[in-house]
């Protein structure tokens, strides 16, 4: 399998290191001639999209840069699409469930193809290149939700939730990193296409997550949970979250396969707790 992997960051490091036949590209996808320089010279079976903007420290930068948000995660997406398209390379495009806000309207969560609501900027930029990208053959959307990962890191989610004080009670779908890996690995052999949730079945709320982080990593951690409410009105966030809940029924239409949240949340922090003994 040969596989080119645009963005330098925490999912594409992760893509690039555990699919074989991966090579991580730094190259800017919103530029089409450095783009058609990384096909050329690797020439892949495969692209997958881990670039894009996310704000630093957190989405709410996107609301303030609005302009650098867009360019890389809908002008660089499309800019990306098209080279591939040209190549006649197949394209996953790792995108985001935080396209959707509260409530779904069916049961059983957000569909696939249902129509997203997004408020914030980081969310309007993701559902942009969602509306254009699953327009396209030879183009999987796999939309993940607070990745969490078994090894430390600024953007992992255990990470993220262990050094607030304060986090919302919400329940969310999620999705284990290890479970990602082998998802997109199976969307790239599969040559997919189409929008596919790539969350672990089940839920998880904040509080499961913590309450497994003082059972196996730090049995000292406080923290105060609290509302989305409470954050907004405190000023600790400059726009609302977004907290869903999202089915996913194409993934399993390829007999795809995602372990329950509840195991591989426990396996995780396994991980994680065994990685930050040995640092």
Known sequence: MSVLVFGPGFLGHRLAASLPGAVLSTADIADAAAVATELARVQPRSVINAAGKTGKPNVDWCESHPFETFRSNVTGALTLAQACHDAKVHLVHLASGCVFYGPSPSPGGWREDDFANPSAVYSRSKYAADLALSSLPDVA???????????????????????????????????????????????????????????????????????????????????????????????????????????????????????????????????????????
């Open 141 to 279: 959307v796999a939309r993940l939700r607070m990745p969490i990962d078994g090894a430390p890191g600024s953007r992992n989610l255990i990470t993220k939730l262990a050094g607030y004080p304060h986090v919302l009670d919400v329940e969310n779908s999620v999705t284990v990193v290890d479970d990602l890996v082998q998802v997109v690995g199976e969307l790239v052999e599969h040559r997919a296409a189409g929008v596919f949730h790539v969350v672990n079945p089940g839920t998880m709320r904040h509080r499961d997550l913590l309450a497994l982080y003082k059972e196996l990593v730090d049995p000292g951690h406080q923290v105060e949970l609290v509302t989305p409410e409470q954050l907004l009105q405190e000023g600790a966030i400059a726009k609302a979250r977004s907290n869903c809940i999202l089915s996913s029924t194409r993934l399993a239409d390829l007999g795809i396969r995602m372990r329950p949240i509840d195991v591989a949340l426990r396996d995780c922090m396994e991980q994680y707790a065994r990685a930050a003994k040995a640092a």
